[in-house]
């Protein structure tokens, strides 16, 4: 690649009926500045590239920590749920296991209340029969008492 030094340093032998030398000059020194300003911009455009591809590698590196991210932050939310899940349908499970449980006991507890009224009532027949009979007993008392009574009274 030709260099702006090697435009400076050219130099063209003489012909007979070469070119006028002071134009050749005026044009090589304007050849030479627009060169030097092209390759100074393609040094410094390969700079800006090698910057650009620095940071292009920077941001795909971040990227694919992102994508790393998400997954994980994807594969938690899924455990997460599923976890969740899990841990409700142990509660669902043991609130049935509690409410079977509770009406079990009520059950119970209702046929001991039956067992216990049943007694009472079969206790409360041999009351009453038993007060009846005594009554019996003390009515056939009295009538034989004011029986007695009475046959001294009428036999007086």
């Known amino acids: ?3 702006p030094l090697d435009i400076e340093n050219k130099e063209f032998r003489r012909g007979i009926r070469g070119y006028r030398e002071d134009e050749v000059e005026d044009f090589l020194d304007d ?18 590239i090698n910057m650009l591809s620095d940071q292009i590698s920077k941001f795909k590196s971040i990227e694919d920590t992102l ?3 998400l997954i994980v932050a994807q ?10 899940s899990k841990k409700a349908q142990l509660i669902i499970e043991e609130a049935e296991i509690k409410g079977r449980r509770i009406i079990e006991d009520s059950n119970n507890e209702v ?8 007694e009472i009532r079969k206790e409360s ?6 007060f009846k009979s005594m009554l019996k007993d003390q009515m056939k008392y009295v009538d034989e008492l004011f029986g007695q009574e009475e046959a001294d009274l009428g036999a007086e």
Do not use: C, H, P, Q
């Open 111 to 118: 046929i001991g209340i039956k067992k216990e009224y049943e």
């Open 31 to 48: 050849l030479k500045e627009d060169f030097e300003n092209l390759y100074k911009e393609n040094i410094e455009l390969k700079d800006k």
């Open 67 to 69: 994508k790393n991210t």
């Open 75 to 84: 594969n938690t939310a899924e455990e997460l749920g599923i976890s969740a």
């Open 1 to 3: 690649m030709i260099t």
């Open 125 to 130: 027949m041999i009351f009453k029969n038993r």
